[in-house]
T-cell receptor
Framework: EPEVTQTPSHQVTQMGQEVILRCVPI?????FYWYRQILGQKVEFLVS????????KSEIFDDQFSVERPDGSNFTLKIRSTKLEDSAMYFC??????????FGPGTRLTVT | AQSVSQHNHHVILSEAASLELGCNYS??????LFWYVQYPGQHLQLLLK??????LVKGIKGFEAEFIKSKFSFNLRKPSVQWSDTAEYFC?????????????FGQGTTLQVKP
């Protein structure tokens, strides 16, 4: 069964550094998402991406964040200058023509 | 703002006990409703979904949920839990009118089933 994959599984970075989190959505899916979950809190929507552009973003998704689909398979989330409060689990999801989203295993980002 | 509430943060049951996890949402329009499960060390998996039609929906592993529009609720049930049901359970909603389909999650319920 096709799955969403994410790399790395765990990323440790210093405050102020740039990080890129990578996702490979399910191959025939058209809609892509990033969510995050800070420890002990809800899973929060960050951004959705369709037809090579952002279709919706939350207020969390400020100028420090960007997304890209550099080729036909990868979907990346970049944080330009990480802050301590960016420490969280980041989930990528994708969906096809249906409404259900399929999630990757997540990347745990630790900012020190 | 649209929100989703899960009433129970942590539930402990013995095997064979019945389960009901509450979920309420605050949005007056058409909604699509989901329950996701996250087993220890694994990713979020879809348990079941409701878009329209019969308000009682059945999902994988013997789970079911009932959409009660008048109560803005979508409670998850299982008649007899197993130890392997130990996991975190998330209720989530999308607006029916949403083009993007972004999910709004509840805070999650941790279910611990004792053998």
């Amino acid at each position: 069964e096709p799955e969403v994959t994410q790399t790395p599984s765990h990323q440790v970075t210093q405050m102020g550094q740039e990080v890129i989190l990578r996702c490979v959505p399910i191959s025939n899916h058209l809609y892509f998402y990033w969510y995050r979950q800070i420890l002990g809190q809800k899973v929060e929507f960050l951004v959705s991406f369709y037809n090579n552009e952002i279709s919706e973003k939350s207020e969390i998704f400020d100028d420090q964040f960007s997304v890209e689909r550099p080729d036909g398979s990868n979907f990346t989330l970049k944080i330009r200058s990480t802050k301590l409060e960016d420490s969280a689990m980041y989930f990528c999801a994708s969906r096809g023509s249906g409404l259900e989203q399929y999630f990757g295993p997540g990347t745990r980002l630790t900012v020190t | 703002a649209q929100s989703v509430s899960q009433h129970n943060h942590h539930v402990i049951l013995s095997e064979a006990a019945s389960l009901e996890l509450g979920c309420n949402y605050s949005y007056g329009g058409t909604v699509n409703l989901f329950w996701y499960v996250q087993y220890p060390g694994q990713h979020l998996q879809l348990l079941l979904k409701y878009f329209s039609g019969d308000p009682l929906v059945k999902g994988i592993k013997g789970f079911e949920a009932e959409f009660i529009k008048s109560k803005f609720s979508f409670n998850l049930r299982k008649p007899s839990v197993q130890w392997s049901d130990t996991a975190e359970y998330f209720c989530a909603v999308t607006k029916g009118s949403s083009n993007t389909g972004k999910l709004i999650f509840g805070q999650g319920t941790t279910l611990q089933v004792k053998p």
